[in-house]
């Protein structure tokens, strides 16, 4: 079956310029997270959603960065003036339950802010 | 604050010989821990976590609340085990937070 997508899998962007980034998670799903990477980090954790509630932004890392996922399903991260300290690789997962269950990644979307 | 520390960024076995990746933890509660591997080219997906206490393509992992560790081991590691390996730790809900993980590279 289908897993989590991501789109656009690759993202150059101008300093100052807003990006909006899109995350599909497996159908049925209700939790959603998004993570950021850096070059030789593991994930940290940015915000997590429970169906279309925003559960959690603790991880966002400036007021910058918004995320939403308005019926339950889609979710969107968008980074305002993008920085060169946003380059990263930003992962999507998705989990079953509200509970902790397995969570099922995407395969990223890679951003370089030039 | 929950941590995760994993001290090796990049350990080298010979095929056949025994694995231990390493990773130590900090969190004041009762953490869930997980590992999670990343194959070259795929995405990261979930190894095994503490609470099913099961081997998963041979690997193990003891939670050890004394010592704080979780430790990652197999007795014969194979080629195909070559894979950057995260550390996880979730805190009673779903935020997890990762290591900054281990490249296992397998020689044949």
């Known amino acids: 079956g289908a897993g989590v997508s991501q789109s656009p899998r690759y993202k150059v962007a101008k300093r100052g310029q807003d990006v909006a980034l899109r995350c599909d998670p497996i159908?049925?799903?209700?939790?959603l997270f998004w993570y950021q990477q850096a070059l030789g980090q593991g994930p940290e954790f940015l915000t997590y959603?429970?169906?279309?509630?925003?559960?959690?932004k603790s991880g966002l890392p400036s007021d910058r960065f918004f995320a939403e996922r308005p019926e339950g399903s889609v979710s969107t991260l968008k980074i305002q003036r993008t920085q060169q300290e946003d380059s990263a690789v930003y992962l999507c997962?998705?989990?079953?339950?509200?509970?902790?269950?397995?969570?099922?990644f995407g395969p990223g979307t890679r951003l370089t802010v030039l | 604050a929950q941590r995760v520390t994993q001290p090796e960024k990049l350990l080298s076995v010979f095929k056949g010989a025994p694995v231990e990746l390493k990773c130590n933890y900090s969190?004041?509660?009762?953490?869930?821990l997980f590992w999670y591997v990343q194959y070259s080219r795929q995405r990261l997906q979930l190894l095994l976590r503490?609470?099913s206490r099961e081997s998963i393509k041979g690997f193990t992992a003891d939670l050890n609340k004394g010592e704080t560790s979780f430790h990652l081991k197999k007795p014969f590691a194979q080629e195909e085990d070559s894979a950057m390996y995260y550390c996880?730790?979730?805190?009673?809900?779903?935020?997890?937070?990762f290591g900054t993980g281990t490249k296992l590279q397998v020689i044949p």
């Open positions: 997962a998705s989990s079953q339950l509200a509970v902790y269950n397995e969570q099922f």
């Open positions: 996880a730790l979730s805190g009673g809900y779903q935020k997890v937070t």
């Open positions: 969190y004041s509660g009762s953490p869930e």
């Open positions: 159908s049925g799903h209700v939790s």
């Open positions: 959603f429970q169906n279309e509630a925003q559960l959690d």
């Open positions: 503490h609470i």
